[in-house]
């Protein structure tokens, strides 16, 4: 079973057209648990029936002072040590309200610390899950520090882990439980996957234990794009999936991985978690100091596993005759490639023009081709999903050299990351288990 969910925050909605979304993961920095537990979940988002929350426990060190809103809403769980409490009472004030005034201040309430004294670690845990439970989940995730130390013998996490799954043996034996790995692309970007001592660790660990499912969260740290670059963390994280599958765990999801994601599932990745905004795609924690900024669309064309930015780049390719290759038709690109096909340029269509805020097209055009996509891998075989891969790949660093040609083009056209992707994914072919 291959399987795609959606990140939700505040904004929960996916749009009715859009088939083949199986579920969604919350996320407790998008949206404080005042506002999450007064919504029906399940009720008018069909997506929500099946969810699940990420704890994003390796969060605990944000700095407060510079990104308060994501840190009051992740205060408000109940899982990260505080100074003093930040109530919040229902009937004086509004989800909402309540944010904005917790928000000031709350440099002085966040520890930024991993709570490790006396049964910190244990309450922090149970918290967790009860909350989650509450939340009606399909699955437990377990919380988890974020591990940035490629030296690092990974005993902190696996604490973590072990006492993790004892409180659910107590909480909810019925509920499967997802571990958690959380790893910065700082220890996974220097030597070749295959031989990293830390992927050795986690691998072998986690294995041992005999848990139901993985929950892998690629932490951004080196780059600054939509997409890894780096072919040791694209193969880092296909060495994960592959392993942990060899080693006996039923399920494994993907996080923050952007489309690589789709990728994971070559190797054993049975869902990913995704969508179209920049903080739903990666997980970088210099985001959270910043905002989401000036959203303007962009075109997704999978034949090139990557994005055109609408200002100029996408007529650019199609006057240098590449329309047909870049071509990925959906209900929402329809209108746009038909315009493009008769010589009209992108601006001639309302739905994709260069615009802040203009961005409805290109969320539903994304997440239906990730829909799509996820579903044609469910028919596939293992080796067919493997040789599809390839062929991807190998079709998508062609257009990305070809598009390289007729450069230079804006940040946001996503041409660079195609070779390290299909060098990854080439030595996963001759290591895999």
């Not at 075109?299 to 005759?321: C, K, N």
């Not at 329809?334 to 203009?358: K, Y």
Request: glycine share 10%; proline share 6%.
């Amino acid at each position: 079973m291959k399987e795609l969910f959606v990140v939700a925050g505040y904004q929960m909605s996916v749009s009715p057209a859009i088939a083949g979304i199986t579920g969604a993961v919350i996320m407790p920095s998008h949206v404080s648990y005042h506002a999450l537990s007064h919504r029906p979940l399940g009720k008018g988002h069909p997506h929500l029936e099946r969810r699940l929350l990420d704890p994003q426990m390796y969060l605990a060190e944000l700095n407060a002072a510079s990104c308060p809103l994501p840190c009051a809403r992740l205060a408000s769980y109940g899982w990260f040590p505080l100074t003093r409490e930040v109530p919040f009472d229902s009937s004086k004030e509004k989800a909402g309200e309540w944010l904005k005034s917790r928000s000031q201040g709350i440099e002085t309430a966040w520890t930024a610390c991993l709570p490790t004294r006396g049964g910190e670690r244990e309450d922090a845990i149970r918290q967790c899950l009860l909350r989650q439970q509450g939340l009606g989940v399909e699955a437990f995730i377990l919380p988890t520090p974020l591990t940035q130390d490629i030296n690092s013998d990974y005993s902190e996490e696996l604490d973590w882990l072990e006492s993790g799954l004892t409180i659910c043996r107590e909480i909810a034996p019925d509920i499967p439980v997802y571990g958690s790995i959380a790893l910065s692309d700082v220890a996974l970007r220097g030597p070749d996957p295959w031989s990293n001592p830390l992927l050795n660790i986690v691998l072998d660990q986690l294995t041992a234990r005999g848990i139901w499912g993985a929950y892998i969260v690629p932490v951004m740290s080196s780059e600054d794009s939509y997409y890894f670059t780096h072919p040791h963390t694209v193969g880092a994280l296909l060495r994960l999936c592959n392993g942990l599958k060899a080693g006996g765990v039923q399920r494994v999801m993907v996080s923050f991985a952007g489309t690589a994601g789709l990728l994971c599932m070559a190797a054993g990745a049975d869902a990913w978690v995704t969508g179209w905004f920049k903080s739903q795609r990666r997980m970088r924690l210099s985001d959270f100091e910043r905002t989401e900024g000036r959203v303007v669309p962009a075109y997704y064309s999978h034949p090139l596993g990557g994005e055109f930015h609408m200002l100029m780049d996408l007529d650019r390719g199609v006057g240098a005759g590449f329309l047909d290759r870049i071509a990925d038709t959906t209900p929402e690109s329809e209108g746009l490639l038909r315009a493009l096909g008769a010589g009209r340029p992108v601006a001639s269509v309302p739905a994709w023009q260069h615009r802040i805020g203009n961005r409805s097209a290109s969320i539903n055009h994304f997440l239906m081709v990730s829909a799509r996509e996820t579903a044609l891998r469910a028919l596939l075989s293992d080796v067919e999903i493997h040789a599809h891969a390839a062929a991807w790949l190998d079709a998508a660093y062609a257009l990305s050299a070809d598009l390289q040609r007729i450069g230079p083009f804006n940040p946001r056209t996503a041409v660079n990351h195609q070779f390290g992707w299909r060098g990854a994914f080439e030595r996963f072919g001759k290591e895999r288990y």
